[in-house]
């Protein structure tokens, strides 16, 4: 199958069962969203969404949370991971972005990154989920998918599989295949095991076809063992014979 078509059959796909994918996380404008990307670093979704209303409720917009100590901060995000860090850099972001940008989310992956807490990563996900910029975020489930679907070849790191889907899925599709590609990673291509049998996107994933040629080629290489074991065997039996007539001619 060529590339070119694997990138059809993917972006076909999903755009006629989950055309509107988005994320888990729970906001309702852009200083939500980031406050929550920067703490759903190492952690779940889940685990954030438990955390976050508190938080939006005590610090409802930007200026409140710049005006915060990270040690009262921390006391709303003690149960996510690095707490101590994550609750450091929503200070610091927070007054940065009063300080240098009128209190709005920058729209450039650029300007996003100079924020305390915010790597390529987040950056990538705020320019895409709120200004559908064709950035790609590539999470361990991004990651992990799009290589077994052989979306990606020879991508070692998320930055080659970050611009491998930039370059080959259709510029208008990149910001929602970020979430075709976690919600499939999170709800069906796990990374222990796979649910590959309930898969509708087995018949064309690269991963699928190595494992069931690899079982093949195994089932086919023991039954060749067992067959020479079994050849073995009658040529024993039969020289055993041989055997036990010439004694019992002798005798
Ligand atoms: S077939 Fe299996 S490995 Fe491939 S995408 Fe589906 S679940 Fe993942």
Redesign the pocket.
């Known amino acids: 199958m060529l590339l070119k078509e694997r990138y059809q059959a993917f972006v076909d796909h999903f755009s006629k069962y989950q055309p509107n994918a988005e994320t888990e996380l729970h906001y309702t404008n852009p200083y939500e969203l980031l406050v929550a990307v920067i703490l759903s670093a190492q952690c779940t979704d889940k685990r954030i969404n438990q955390v976050t209303p508190k938080l939006f409720i005590r610090f409802p917009d930007v200026h409140q949370l710049a005006k915060a100590s990270s040690d009262e901060v921390f006391e709303y995000i003690r149960s996510v991971s690095y707490p101590n860090n994550k609750a450091k850099h929503l200070v610091g972001m927070a007054q940065k972005l009063v300080h240098e940008f009128g209190a709005e989310v920058p729209s450039t992956i650029e300007d996003l990154q100079k924020l305390p807490g915010v790597g390529r990563k987040t950056a990538n996900v705020i320019a895409s989920v709120i200004y559908q910029a064709p950035a790609m975020a590539v999470d361990t489930h991004v990651f992990r ?1 799009a290589r ?2 052989g979306l990606c070849t020879n991508a070692k790191t998320p930055l080659a599989v970050e611009k491998q889907l930039v370059k080959y899925l259709p510029e208008d599709k990149i910001h929602v295949a970020h979430h075709w590609l976690i919600l ?2 999170r709800y ?3 990374a222990r095991s ?3 049998e ?5 018949w064309f ?4 076809q190595q ?1 069931h040629t690899e079982s093949a080629l195994l089932k086919a290489e023991k039954a060749k063992l067992r067959k020479l074991e079994a050849l073995k065997k009658k040529k024993t039996a039969k020289k055993n014979g041989r055997i036990l007539k010439k004694k019992s001619i002798k005798s």
């Open positions: 998918v077994r679907l499939h990673g069906t291509c796990l796979p649910k590959c309930q898969c509708p996107l087995s994933c690269k991963y699928y494992q």
